[in-house]
């Protein structure tokens, strides 16, 4: 969501550039630049950092209200949460929970969830174990975003279902998301 160099060219200035380490410039260079020491001193200046805090958050909320654009939802998610199955070596099935709130990775919201009643590689059962678990816990988000096609999605649905979860209007909104076929 944020692009960093078009962020710090538009508040700090285009005549001035980033420094990516070692291969840019010595470190100890970098700072006796001026342009280097002048981008030290506008970071560390407290009312830049506070604009450049305000602007994160406006990046922020245009991310979710395109997201909300470009799913067709009746409301802005505030809060998100994506799920993924993966496999470990084969046997090894653990599902992965993010979660953004307000557009920003909540990492104390994240968890994992170890799959156990599902034998061999299962893809959808796994993620309909992992979905059940999560939503017996309550404290539901706004978006259940899961990775993965109309299967995934028709799971994510079920799940729903079998936890007696609303969806859709004042109930959760679940959409899935899957990576374009190429021909």
Do not use: W
């Not at 981008?39 to 450049?52: I, Y």
């Not at 602007?55 to 922020?60: L, N, S």
């Not at 993924?84 to 994992?112: E, H, I, N």
């Amino acid at each position: 969501l944020l692009d960093v160099h078009r962020l710090h060219q538009r508040f700090l200035g285009k005549q001035h550039r980033l420094f990516r380490g070692a291969a840019d410039a010595d470190a100890e260079d970098a700072g006796r630049t001026p342009a280097g020491a002048h981008l030290g001193h506008r970071l560390q200046h407290p009312v830049d950092q506070q604009q450049l805090g305000v602007r994160k958050a406006d990046v922020r909320e245009r991310g979710v209200a395109s997201l909300q654009r470009l799913l067709s939802l009746p409301r802005p998610p505030r809060v998100i949460e994506c799920f993924d199955v993966s496999l470990f070596q084969g046997t090894d099935a653990v599902a992965s929970q993010v979660c953004f709130v307000d557009g920003a990775p909540d990492k104390s919201r994240y968890r994992r969830y170890n799959i156990t009643t599902v034998e061999g590689t299962d893809d959808y059962a796994m993620m309909h174990e992992a979905l059940v678990r999560r939503l017996k816990k309550g404290a539901l988000p706004d978006l259940l975003l899961v990775d993965g096609g109309k299967g995934q999605l028709q799971v994510a649905l079920a799940a729903c279902k079998d936890t007696g979860t609303p969806v859709g209007g004042a109930g959760l909104l679940v959409a899935s998301i899957a990576k374009a076929r190429t021909f």
